[in-house]
């Protein structure tokens, strides 16, 4: 099975400022990388898919990058409504398609 | 508008069985293939089960492979995971999440429902 490892565990960072998440695999899965974002008390909600690409309805702030075994998430001029936690899974081969543990980004 | 509904969660006791429902609405269900994802109340995510779309190929997480069943009814628009020798650490929300296939993100989840295994 395929070790997502996500860091920091928490991200504290000002409004309007851009924070940077990181996503490792402990071995390649192409880009076939998503992050999600869920807020207290809903579902996550898919922001990227395909390392890179913004899902419907995704503000443009919301950037991804990386192929094989890192991946970055950057969140551009931060919203109060950014502040979540945000989780990156690969969808690669086969299943189980494994969860990184999540990063908690904060207002500082 | 895109619905997916979990239902059938609950308290149970350890060793019990439970079976949770997922209707779906606003798509065409039989077009899709769907995942099981639960999260332990405040810690990560855990995909659990993933179902194809006509039900071909299923696959388990290994700590669900052999107590958990996944099955779906095209006809129904509803997904069902029948949970059996229920533990503990299987005390979660579970979400029931679309996917186009395998190799496909997880683009749209329901709200999830909560099961309880305690005695």
């Known amino acids: 099975e395929i070790v997502m490892t996500q860091s920091p565990a928490t991200l504290s960072v000002s409004p309007g400022e851009t924070a940077t998440l990181s996503c490792r695999a402990s071995q390649g899965v192409s880009s076939r990388l998503a992050w999600y974002q869920q807020k207290p008390g809903q579902a996550p909600r898919l922001l990227i898919y395909g390392a890179s690409t913004r899902a419907t309805g995704i503000p443009a702030r919301f950037s991804g990058s990386g192929s094989g075994t890192d991946f970055t998430l950057t969140i551009s001029s931060l919203q109060s409504e950014d502040f979540a936690v945000y989780y990156c899974q690969h969808y690669n081969n086969w299943p189980p398609y494994s969860f990184g543990q999540g990063t908690k980004l904060e207002i500082k | 508008e895109v619905q997916l509904v979990e239902s059938g969660g609950g308290v149970i006791r350890p060793g019990g069985s439970l079976r949770l429902s997922c209707s779906a609405s606003g798509f065409t269900f039989e077009n899709y293939g769907f995942s099981w994802v639960r999260q332990t109340p405040g810690k990560g995510l855990e995909w659990v089960s993933g179902?194809?779309?006509?039900?071909?190929?299923?696959r388990y997480a290994d700590s669900v492979k052999g107590r958990f069943t996944l099955s779906r009814d095209n006809a129904k628009n509803s997904l069902y995971l029948q949970m059996d020798s229920l533990r503990a650490e299987d005390t979660a929300f579970y979400y029931c999440?679309?996917?186009?296939?395998?190799?496909?993100?997880?683009?749209?989840w329901g709200q999830g429902i909560l099961v309880t295994v305690s005695s």
């Open positions: 999440a679309r996917q186009e296939e395998w190799l496909f993100p997880l683009e749209f």
């Open positions: 179902i194809n779309w006509n039900g071909a190929s299923i």
